[in-house]
């Protein structure tokens, strides 16, 4: 029985899962990477969802409580964060498309015909020699 009891202490005392989508987890709006592929997560009715993907050369990156996510190289169907919802941006992938964020994923808006490309001018994003 002494055995038993050693057992059941030393599995309370066991580092915690760390955190993948679908998960479990406590304390709503807790960012955390998921370490099986660059992006973030966040704590939502004790469930880990995908709050964006991280396809920027720094990934997602454990800041003291929170955590960082580098979302310049997201393209097509990436997950874009709640912020980012109706937002516009350049396809990274050579600026052939403009994007934009449409219910958490970026899909394409408008496609530049060649040799035009996606940049700024006095209008905001548009396709542009």
Aim: net charge negative; with cysteine; proline share 8%.
């Amino acid at each position: 029985m002494r055995w038993l009891w050693i057992l059941v202490v030393l599995s309370a005392c066991s580092a915690p899962m760390p955190p993948v989508a679908g998960g479990p987890c406590f304390g709503d709006n807790i960012g955390r990477c998921d370490p099986s592929t660059p992006r973030l997560l966040e704590c939502v009715n004790e469930t880990w969802t995908i709050y964006a993907d991280c396809h920027g050369a720094k990934g997602c990156v454990l800041n003291n409580e929170t955590a960082d996510c580098d979302t310049t190289g997201n393209s097509i169907g990436s997950r874009c964060p709640p912020s980012s919802e109706g937002k516009v941006r350049c396809d990274p992938d050579g600026g052939v498309n403009i994007l934009r964020c449409v219910n958490g994923t970026l899909t394409t808006i408008h496609e530049c015909a060649t040799p035009t490309r996606c940049g700024i001018d006095d209008g905001g994003l548009t396709c542009i020699d």
